[in-house]
């Protein structure tokens, strides 16, 4: 069993940056692929990045890529998500995932948050 705690969300106005934590609890954090996911009011929940169990891939959907940055590490059962050049379609609850088979699809993945709010202002 895998427990996510993400944290570091807030407001903030378009153009400034955030970092978003996601702590896990057990002893396996390292085994399994790590995601980011939003969903924003009035719609599904989408995919924003993922890493591999060794932090050597990653993935991000294309409305993301080149501002958000994932990153882990194993020794401190963490996983980031640096958001630059926030924009307010960015807005939305932002939820940890971890799973075996991971990536891109919601199904990839076995344990999740409860989510941190994010809000950008224009």
Not at 7 to 29: E, K
Not at 41 to 60: D, L, Q
């Amino acid at each position: 069993q895998v427990q996510l705690v993400e944290s570091g969300g807030g407001s903030v106005q378009a153009g400034g940056s955030l970092t978003l934590s996601c702590t896990a609890s057990g002893r396996t954090f390292g085994s399994y692929v790590m995601g980011w996911f939003r969903q924003a009011p009035g719609k599904e929940r989408e995919f924003v990045v993922a890493i591999s169990w060794s932090g050597g891939s990653t993935c991000s959907s294309d409305t993301v890529k080149g501002r958000f940055t994932i990153s882990r590490d194993n020794a401190k059962n963490t996983v980031y998500l640096r958001m630059n050049s926030l924009k307010p379609e960015d807005t939305a609850v932002y939820y940890c995932a971890a799973g075996s088979s991971g990536r891109r699809t919601q199904d990839g993945y076995t344990y999740w948050g409860q989510g941190t709010q994010v809000t950008v202002s224009s």
